[in-house]
């Protein structure tokens, strides 16, 4: 965000620089000037507004991973999971709504090796993509949203510092939506007869 600030600020000291350069002339457009400020304002708004929307969301406390994921995957239509074991899903509610998601044929889950949970979930229509035989397990963790949708969202989520850091990307605005993508198309295409 410091940058998103020093870069509008450089852009004022710039056209403040040319004003008083011609400080007699300027002073006869000042309708311009007053123009001219509120665009750099509006634009530092704009930026600062979408830095902070964007930015990575930190949680620190497994009852705030769970809330997080239970409002990402209920906002979403056709959801990918892409995890280790499923060990967030140990309340009523995340569990019923992951069971409305495979009744609607709009869940698909990738993990290492069935559970029970995923049983389950392929039993009311989910689509269950496991990889046990690669003997490998990738460390990344994330979630498609609207998968398959010019609106598709991914979160990823990292531990720093102790803390459960999550990022979120749009379909093209970041490599690593396409790279959460091509490894989900990566294991369906495997998992296929």
């Given at each position: 965000?410091?940058?998103i600030v020093?870069?509008?600020v450089g852009?004022a000291?710039?056209?403040l620089?040319l004003?008083?350069?011609?400080?007699?002339?300027?002073?006869?457009h000042q309708?311009?000037?007053?123009?001219?400020s509120?665009?750099?304002?509006?634009g530092?708004i704009?930026?600062?507004?979408a830095?902070?929307r964007h930015r990575?969301k930190?949680?620190r406390?497994?009852?705030?991973?769970k809330r997080?994921?239970?409002?990402?995957?209920?906002?979403?239509?056709?959801?990918?999971?892409?995890?280790r074991?499923?060990?967030?899903v140990?309340?009523?509610?995340?569990?019923?709504?992951?069971?409305?998601?495979a009744r609607?044929?709009e869940l698909?889950?990738?993990l290492?090796?069935?559970?029970?949970?995923t049983?389950?979930?392929a039993?009311e229509?989910a689509?269950?993509?496991?990889?046990?035989?690669?003997?490998?397990v990738p460390?990344?963790r994330?979630t498609?949203?609207n998968?398959?949708?010019g609106?598709?969202h991914v979160?990823?989520g990292?531990?720093?510092d102790g803390?459960?850091?999550?990022?979120?990307?749009?379909?093209g605005s970041?490599?690593?939506?396409?790279?959460?993508k091509?490894l989900v198309?990566i294991?369906?295409k495997?998992?296929?007869?």
């Amino acid at each position: 965000m410091i940058r998103i600030v020093f870069t509008w600020v450089g852009t004022a000291a710039s056209i403040l620089g040319l004003v008083i350069a011609d400080w007699p002339t300027a002073l006869e457009h000042q309708g311009w000037l007053v123009a001219v400020s509120m665009m750099l304002s509006i634009g530092l708004i704009w930026d600062v507004a979408a830095h902070l929307r964007h930015r990575p969301k930190t949680l620190r406390t497994a009852d705030e991973i769970k809330r997080y994921m239970h409002a990402w995957i209920r906002g979403g239509g056709r959801v990918v999971v892409f995890t280790r074991d499923m060990t967030w899903v140990d309340s009523a509610d995340i569990k019923s709504l992951l069971m409305e998601k495979a009744r609607a044929h709009e869940l698909t889950i990738c993990l290492p090796s069935g559970i029970p949970l995923t049983a389950e979930l392929a039993a009311e229509g989910a689509s269950i993509i496991t990889y046990e035989e690669l003997g490998y397990v990738p460390t990344s963790r994330f979630t498609i949203v609207n998968d398959g949708r010019g609106d598709s969202h991914v979160a990823v989520g990292r531990r720093i510092d102790g803390k459960h850091v999550i990022e979120e990307f749009s379909l093209g605005s970041h490599a690593v939506f396409s790279v959460a993508k091509d490894l989900v198309e990566i294991l369906r295409k495997r998992s296929q007869p």
